[in-house]
Structures are given as C-alpha cells and as structure tokens.
C-alpha cells in the first residue's frame, strides 16, 4: 500500500518561506496514471486544492495562490515538495500531500485515491 | 469563496435518507467534467467516497450513492448510521480556474 509522508517546519515566521516536502514509500512517484498534489485545511475551515505536479515536472497551481507557490518533484528520491513565499497567518493549515488517480486521463479526470496524514503548519512569529 | 456550493449542514435520524447537493457552473460541473465526494471523520484525513459522479471505490457500502444533474450533483446516503456523521465535500475541475476545486463542504450530523 503505496504511503505518503509530508515533513517540514510545524511553525514559520510571517514573511518566509513555508517548505514542505512529501516522500511516497511502497510506490513510484514516476507514475503516468498519477499527479502529485499539495492540498491545505486551515483550522476548522474546508479543503483548498494548491497545485499539482506531474513526474515529469509539469506543474498546475490554484490561481489565488500561484505568485506564491511553487510545486517541484525529485523521482530519484521519491518525494515532491511544496515552497509558499511571504507567508502571513492566512496561510496556517494542515497541509495535505496527495496522489491524484486520472482515471481518464489527461488532467482534468482526476480524484485523490491516496492521502498524507496532513501537516500542521502555523504562521507567527 | 469556492466555486462550488454545498449546504453546510445536513441532519437525520438513524436509518433515514439523506442528500448533500453540490451546486456548480458551466465551467465546472456544466462543462461535463466529473465530481467526486470525500468523506472527513473527525479529525481524520480526507477519504474518497465517490469518483466520476457515481462510482464507488472498492470498500464503500453502497448506502452512498452519487448522482448528477446539469450543473449539480448529489451525494445520498440511505440507512444513515452514527458512523457517517462526518463533513463531505465536492470536488471537480474548473476550466476558467484552470484547476481543481473543493465544495465549500457539509457536516453531516446523526440525530
């Protein structure tokens, strides 16, 4: 049963720069049924999709985050990470790293068949 | 503020029926791309529950049913039990977002 850790600081000042970083066990990142995606939760609050990446290093990002945001992947150590600049207290959450399924290919059928256990992570100073 | 709108609560009693909508527009749900449901217990991550609409993966009862109608879906469950008080939540693609998006979500709660 393919597994997805995330790991990184459970606490970022405000103006950084949050880094986060998945590593998928029991599975291969480089996967073309697969993306690879950062999803967020803020306390209380419903899901926000963040953005996606594909083995390859094609890379999807939630328009509201994008000038932000940056997703890259790493096949030789089977991880994907996740880099939000100039962070401020919007941006705590429990940060999701997910495998999405395209189940009919192409980048828009696409559902999230696997989860991390999630990732707190607070902005103060 | 999310693209596609969900009640925010539903309730029934054990046993009864109830359905979660998931209300789009013609760049999401209108546009033909598919819907899929999730499931959140309490302090737990996300499951998923449906996919393309109206498919079960492996694993989940079929108390839970989707279906889909012009530019809204809906998630039912029949013969509600203690264990699927939960929060739900939609989730398709958006062609003028260019991206994925999640229903606002709906907390489920067992009378």
């Known amino acids: 049963q393919l597994q997805l850790q995330e790991s990184g600081p459970g606490l970022v000042k405000p103006s950084e720069t949050l880094s986060l970083t998945c590593t998928v066990s029991?599975?291969?990142?480089?996967?073309?049924?697969?993306?690879w995606g950062w999803i967020r939760q803020p306390p209380g609050k419903g899901l926000e999709w963040i953005g996606s990446?594909?083995?390859?290093?094609?890379?999807y990002y939630n328009p509201s985050l994008k000038s932000r945001v940056t997703i890259s992947v790493d096949t030789s150590k089977n991880q994907f990470s996740l880099k939000v600049n100039s962070v401020t207290a919007a941006d705590t959450a429990v940060y999701f790293c997910a495998r999405q399924f395209r189940w009919r290919g192409g980048s828009f059928y696409v559902y999230i068949d696997q989860w991390g256990q999630g990732t707190l992570v607070t902005v103060s100073s | 503020q999310s693209v596609l709108t969900q009640p925010p609560s539903v309730s029934g009693a054990p046993g009864q029926r109830v359905t979660i909508s998931c209300t789009g527009s013609?760049?999401?749900?209108?546009?033909?791309?598919?819907v899929h449901w999730y499931q959140q217990l309490p302090g737990t991550v996300p499951k998923l529950l449906i996919y393309g609409n109206s498919n079960r993966p492996s694993g989940v009862p079929d108390r839970f049913s989707g279906s889909k109608s012009g530019t809204s879906v809906s998630l039912a469950i029949t013969g509600l039990q203690a264990e699927d008080e939960a929060d739900y939540y939609c989730q398709s693609y958006d062609s003028t977002l260019s991206g994925y998006v999640f229903g606002t979500g709906t907390k489920v709660t067992v009378l």
């Open positions: 013609s760049s999401n749900i209108g546009a033909g791309y598919d």
């Open positions: 990446i594909y083995y390859v290093g094609n890379t």
């Open positions: 029991d599975g291969s990142i480089s996967s073309s049924s697969h993306y």
